[in-house]
């Protein structure tokens, strides 16, 4: 009889042991999970009349707090600051309004809803109690102020500014922006009133448009072009390219003519300078399809699925891995291989950014960002650190690689090229005099335009651009930018808008003060 005793006893200890182990992974590790999973219903009230933590700009700027109200918790967004950041920290419905989540309060959910304070010592076992976390973004509000103010007004405008040496985002707006108290109102009537007047007036305003709206990236694209040739086929690099304001392309009676019909050619420091079509029109065809094509997937695009579904890649690819939700984040994407190979023309158009390529302003900034970084791409974040109540940090961001783009000596080679387009001399480069107020203070400053057509009318009297600036400083002697900045203005359709509206004249102007303003900063 003792053996079998001693052997019940034992199982009772272990099931015992067992039944111990599981109530404390219930009842502390997995309580904040299960608290905010929607198929457990606890009797408790809804986690949106409850208190959340608050999302703080870099400078410590409230940019989203709870306030007391008879209904609830409200969620309040200061007014100063609402519209600046509403794609940002997006916003918190009640459950009666339509729409889920957006932003950081979506991206940041646990932490910033109610949850156990985590264990950390037996003390902390004994005295757990539910807290909140605050969120301190990479972003001063400041310079989110400036580029909102610098490109209101500009329906479809994109502005993002990053430090590549981290992937920090400095700034990241598109407008039309919106201000997320309404659609956050307790009174399920007023949210989805203001939810339906969001919805009316603009589509899919409630999403970060600087990472979710693509366009064709004109001759920004040109900068991986160069980078290719370096990769794959250096002797490219010697030729000196015939002076013409047209070509003749393989497989199609139409002549590609470069922007007004313009002249030029020459070595390849000059016509990246002046930014000539005819040339890298002629670079895509010599590159081939493969080279181009993978040039651009090592700087994070990829190619078109075939249902081109937006930011679906068929190679595989995925959209830039900012800390938002990826049905906020959209791909740069290209043309496949195939179609590509296929379609000679197709290629000299894509290899000046046109015809089937799509960028938003944050995947050009990653693309900027990559030569800026001696070839590589820091993963980019809105998150700086996550605090408790007590000010202790929960969670810091670590700053980690995204790609490698290309190599050190090849991005050095690019970034010193990019110096010209924004020199008089020797070549007009296309962005000279844009930054003239950083160079007058000795800080030399590497860019690219580019200005892709978007509509031509039968008459091809109308037109509208997608104007582009891609910039990055300082760079004297070699050195790593302290910050990038990609910035996309839409024309619109208008007479001869292809023919007075530049991504010099249109969003020159734009970039010029947000990289004065991001290095004045000195974030």
């Given at each position: 009889?003792?053996?079998?005793?001693?052997?019940?006893?034992?199982?009772?200890?272990?099931?015992?042991?067992?039944?111990?182990?599981?109530?404390?992974?219930?009842?502390?590790?997995?309580?904040?999970?299960?608290?905010?999973?929607?198929?457990?219903?606890?009797?408790?009230?809804?986690?949106?009349?409850?208190?959340?933590?608050?999302?703080?700009?870099?400078?410590?700027?409230?940019?989203?707090?709870?306030?007391?109200?008879?209904?609830?918790?409200?969620r309040v967004y200061p007014q100063a600051t609402a519209r600046n950041f509403g794609q940002i920290t997006g916003f918190m419905p009640t459950a009666f309004a339509t729409p889920p989540a957006y932003g950081v309060e979506a991206e940041y959910y646990n932490y910033l809803s109610q949850h156990q304070s985590p264990v950390t010592s037996l003390r902390s076992l004994l005295t757990q109690h539910t807290e909140t976390d605050n969120?301190?973004?990479?972003?001063?509000?400041?310079?989110?102020?400036?580029?909102?103010?610098?490109?209101?007004?500009?329906?479809?405008?994109?502005?993002?500014?990053?430090?590549?040496?981290?992937?920090?985002?400095?700034?990241?707006?598109?407008?039309?922006?919106?201000?997320?108290?309404?659609?956050?109102?307790?009174?399920?009537?007023?949210?989805?009133?203001?939810?339906?007047?969001?919805?009316?007036?603009?589509?899919?305003?409630?999403?970060?448009?600087?990472?979710?709206?693509?366009?064709?990236?004109?001759?920004?694209?040109?900068?991986?072009?160069?980078?290719?040739?370096?990769?794959?086929?250096?002797?490219?690099?010697?030729?000196?390219?015939?002076?013409?304001?047209?070509?003749?392309?393989?497989?199609?009676?139409?002549?590609?003519?470069?922007?007004?019909?313009?002249?030029?050619?020459?070595?390849?420091?000059?016509?990246?300078?002046?930014?000539?079509?005819?040339?890298?029109?002629?670079?895509?065809?010599?590159?081939?399809?493969?080279?181009?094509?993978?040039?651009?997937?090592?700087?994070?695009?990829?190619?078109?699925?075939?249902?081109?579904?937006?930011?679906?890649?068929?190679?595989?690819?995925?959209?830039?891995?900012?800390?938002?939700?990826?049905?906020?984040?959209?791909?740069?994407?290209?043309?496949?291989?195939?179609?590509?190979?296929?379609?000679?023309?197709?290629?000299?158009?894509?290899?000046?950014?046109?015809?089937?390529?799509?960028?938003?302003?944050?995947?050009?900034?990653?693309?900027?960002?990559?030569?800026?970084?001696?070839?590589?791409?820091?993963?980019?974040?809105?998150?700086?650190?996550?605090?408790?109540?007590?000010?202790?940090?929960?969670?810091?961001?670590?700053?980690?690689?995204?790609?490698?783009?290309?190599?050190?000596?090849?991005?050095?080679?690019?970034?010193?090229?990019?110096?010209?387009?924004?020199?008089?001399?020797?070549?007009?480069?296309?962005?000279?005099?844009?930054?003239?107020?950083?160079?007058?203070?000795?800080?030399?400053?590497?860019?690219?335009t580019g200005t892709a057509e978007a509509v031509i009318s039968s008459t091809t009297s109308n037109c509208a651009t997608y104007d582009w600036m891609i910039a990055m400083a300082p760079i004297n002697n070699g050195q790593v930018p302290k910050a990038v900045v990609a910035v996309v203005v839409p024309t619109p359709n208008g007479a001869n808008a292809c023919a007075e509206a530049t991504g010099a004249s249109v969003a020159g102007?734009?970039?010029?003060?947000?990289?004065?303003?991001?290095?004045?900063?000195?974030?």
């Amino acid at each position: 009889m003792n053996p079998r005793i001693r052997w019940v006893g034992i199982i009772l200890l272990v099931c015992f042991g067992l039944l111990f182990l599981q109530l404390n992974n219930i009842q502390v590790r997995q309580a904040s999970a299960l608290s905010n999973n929607p198929l457990v219903h606890s009797g408790q009230t809804p986690s949106y009349y409850l208190a959340r933590g608050t999302i703080l700009s870099a400078d410590d700027k409230i940019l989203a707090y709870s306030r007391k109200t008879a209904q609830g918790w409200q969620r309040v967004y200061p007014q100063a600051t609402a519209r600046n950041f509403g794609q940002i920290t997006g916003f918190m419905p009640t459950a009666f309004a339509t729409p889920p989540a957006y932003g950081v309060e979506a991206e940041y959910y646990n932490y910033l809803s109610q949850h156990q304070s985590p264990v950390t010592s037996l003390r902390s076992l004994l005295t757990q109690h539910t807290e909140t976390d605050n969120v301190i973004l990479t972003i001063p509000s400041q310079l989110q102020a400036d580029a909102a103010a610098l490109i209101n007004g500009k329906k479809g405008a994109e502005v993002v500014a990053l430090d590549p040496r981290n992937g920090n985002v400095l700034a990241m707006y598109g407008w039309p922006s919106y201000n997320p108290n309404p659609v956050s109102s307790l009174n399920a009537k007023v949210a989805n009133r203001a939810w339906k007047a969001l919805n009316s007036r603009y589509p899919d305003p409630y999403v970060n448009l600087a990472t979710d709206l693509g366009y064709a990236p004109g001759s920004t694209f040109k900068v991986m072009d160069t980078a290719s040739i370096f990769q794959n086929k250096p002797s490219l690099a010697n030729i000196n390219w015939p002076f013409e304001s047209s070509t003749k392309l393989p497989d199609t009676p139409a002549i590609f003519h470069n922007y007004a019909s313009e002249r030029c050619g020459g070595p390849l420091p000059e016509i990246l300078a002046v930014s000539c079509d005819t040339a890298y029109a002629q670079i895509g065809l010599r590159l081939g399809a493969d080279n181009v094509v993978h040039e651009a997937e090592s700087f994070g695009w990829c190619q078109e699925s075939a249902k081109r579904i937006p930011g679906i890649c068929a190679s595989g690819g995925t959209p830039p891995p900012i800390d938002l939700p990826k049905n906020e984040v959209v791909g740069a994407t290209m043309a496949p291989i195939p179609m590509l190979q296929a379609n000679p023309p197709f290629l000299a158009y894509s290899s000046i950014g046109q015809f089937d390529d799509s960028a938003s302003a944050l995947s050009m900034a990653l693309v900027a960002a990559g030569i800026a970084d001696n070839g590589k791409i820091m993963a980019p974040h809105v998150m700086k650190k996550i605090i408790d109540s007590d000010g202790n940090v929960v969670r810091q961001y670590r700053p980690h690689l995204w790609k490698q783009a290309t190599t050190a000596a090849i991005a050095q080679r690019v970034r010193k090229l990019m110096i010209g387009p924004t020199q008089g001399s020797p070549w007009p480069g296309t962005a000279a005099g844009v930054f003239t107020n950083l160079q007058s203070r000795g800080i030399e400053v590497g860019a690219k335009t580019g200005t892709a057509e978007a509509v031509i009318s039968s008459t091809t009297s109308n037109c509208a651009t997608y104007d582009w600036m891609i910039a990055m400083a300082p760079i004297n002697n070699g050195q790593v930018p302290k910050a990038v900045v990609a910035v996309v203005v839409p024309t619109p359709n208008g007479a001869n808008a292809c023919a007075e509206a530049t991504g010099a004249s249109v969003a020159g102007p734009v970039i010029d003060q947000m990289l004065t303003d991001v290095l004045q900063a000195g974030y």
